[in-house]
């Protein structure tokens, strides 16, 4: 007799629940699941579990990316001059980050799993955009992604709070342009000769190849270097040389943030910890440009890919005059509109 049929009513109508819930958020009806693993999906925790699986995953991913990159961070900024060092001069370069957060991606990537492993509200963003992820999983990833670099940079800044007393003074915690500053080990902060339009652009080409490079790598129809179909299992990996290859080339301006999660989240947390006002007003109030730009720049990215090379019925520049028409149809079906579009795949 198969599981199914043992199950009881009360399982049936939990899991009912559950796949209603889940609809709501965006997310699948039923969470992806090895077969076998059902047997425990009437216990509590596991039912929270498989009702949040991929924010979970987004959550965990997100987390395990902070740790590496602003543990990368904190070890170079702060052995900077050690003697004991190899080489007599601390432990790390800028080289060193570039590492700590291609690994901190690629590694995130991987604990994200069934999520899609998106680490980023502007990458998800586009891919409800243009590949159709629906919008309605869009909140509770951004949620997830925020909480999980929240949490990530408070376990760096517990793990290195002695070392950071030692260079700064016990319970004084500043912002750059000052000589001691630490706050730039958890979130971004711009060169000072730079002006709000650098500021501007130095995020907007990071985030642009970010994105084109993405969709590129996530294309089936397009097999370029990979020889098969995408970037396949190899994504992950790719995706590490993507971010050291930013952080290498175009990281120095502003820190390469990219990324809302990545840089509102510990900056929240570096507020929370005693860093003050500063951590807003730094940069001639930058705190926004890492907020708002990756969106902008991704976007631009997703749209120049699709533009030139993507075409896969998904992407708005492959409808009807360039996804317009189906928008006008979405607000007519908002409004109660549904006759004349009914059978119209929006």
């Excluded at 979130?187 to 650098?198: D, E, G, R, V």
């Excluded at 129809?221 to 098969?228: E, H, I, T």
């Excluded at 549904?338 to 795949?345: A, P, Q, S």
């Amino acid at each position: 007799m198969s599981t199914k049929s043992n199950r009881t009513q009360e399982q049936i109508d939990r899991s009912h629940t559950i796949s209603t819930i889940r609809t709501k958020i965006g997310l699948a009806p039923h969470a992806p699941m090895v077969d076998d693993h059902h047997v425990h999906s009437h216990l509590r925790w596991s039912s929270i579990r498989i009702l949040m699986r991929e924010p979970f995953a987004e959550f965990l991913g997100t987390f395990v990316m902070i740790l590496f990159g602003n543990g990368s961070v904190a070890q170079v900024l702060l052995s900077t001059g050690q003697t004991t060092a190899p080489g007599g001069n601390g432990f790390g370069s800028y080289q060193s980050i570039s590492w700590g957060w291609g690994l901190g991606v690629m590694l995130g990537i991987y604990v994200a799993g069934d999520s899609g492993g998106f680490l980023n509200p502007a990458v998800t963003f586009c891919f409800c955009l243009f590949r159709k992820l629906p919008w309605k999983r869009f909140p509770i990833y951004l949620l997830a992604q925020l909480l999980g670099a929240f949490c990530a940079s408070g376990v760096v800044y517990a793990n290195y709070i002695n070392a950071i007393d030692q260079i700064e003074g016990h319970g004084l915690r500043t912002v750059p342009p000052s000589t001691t500053a630490t706050a730039g080990i958890f979130c971004t902060y711009p060169q000072a000769f730079l002006t709000k339009a650098s500021q501007f652009f130095s995020e907007f080409i990071a985030s642009t190849i970010l994105m084109l490079v993405i969709f590129a790598l996530k294309d089936d129809s397009n097999p370029g270097a990979m020889g098969k179909t995408g970037a396949g299992q190899m994504f992950p990996l790719a995706l590490f040389f993507l971010i050291f290859g930013l952080g290498a080339c175009f990281g120095w301006e502003t820190g390469y943030a990219i990324n809302l999660a990545r840089d509102f989240g510990p900056r929240l947390m570096s507020f929370a910890v005693g860093y003050g006002s500063g951590v807003w007003s730094a940069g001639g109030y930058y705190f926004w440009i890492p907020m708002v730009v990756p969106f902008l720049g991704c976007t631009f990215g997703a749209f120049l890919y699709d533009a030139m090379v993507y075409t896969g019925p998904e992407s708005p520049l492959n409808r009807p005059s360039m996804g317009l028409q189906d928008l006008a149809i979405w607000l007519r079906l908002k409004r109660g509109e549904k006759k004349r579009y009914e059978k119209y795949d929006v």
